[in-house]
């Protein structure tokens, strides 16, 4: 306690430092978050590798031009033990046409539109006016793994969502 302040004293000084570390904070992330979105644009907030997805879904083959985001991207403050990634990548020429030789395919909209909070940054990214079509031969749920992946023919390009692709 701050000599000859009572503890009513003390404890409105406490509350002033609080409030203006506080007031700090809140000007100091915002700042910091809009500086981040004008030097990189919006394509910090996806990954762009390849390879974890080839290895997730290895019958894809060689994949290009990959946007996807996974759930532990952000610090959230609650971790989960399971894994979420959820995007869009381009297959090799000819790999969808192999695909649809092997595999019965229908036609088939991705149930929800990116609607967990970490897919987000993925809204607006994938193929203009796609014709998805999906395999459920090519779909997995097991073990407390699941993937559902869709191709749209006119762009080569695979939409996935996948828990736990890793095992």
């Excluded at 036609?107 to 006016?129: H, I, M, Q």
């Amino acid at each position: 306690m701050t000599p000859g302040v009572g503890y009513e004293g003390a404890e409105l000084e406490r509350r002033k430092a609080i409030a203006a570390a506080i007031g700090a904070g809140l000007v100091v992330l915002p700042v910091g978050w809009v500086l981040r979105r004008a030097a990189g644009g919006p394509e910090e907030d996806w990954h762009t590798d390849a390879a974890p997805l080839e290895q997730a879904f290895p019958l894809l083959g060689p994949l290009t031009d990959a946007r996807w985001v996974s759930s532990r991207d952000d610090d959230r403050s609650l971790p989960s033990p399971e894994l979420a990634i959820s995007g869009f990548a381009r297959l090799a020429p000819g790999k969808l046409s192999g695909l649809t030789a092997a595999h019965a395919f229908v036609p088939g909209e991705p149930v929800d539109e990116f609607s967990s909070w970490f897919e987000k940054p993925l809204k607006g990214a994938g193929p203009r006016d796609p014709q998805w079509v999906r395999s459920p031969e090519l779909d997995r749920d097991d073990g407390g793994r699941s993937t559902r992946l869709w191709f749209d023919r006119r762009s080569d390009t695979v939409r996935f969502r996948a828990l736990n692709p890793y095992g």
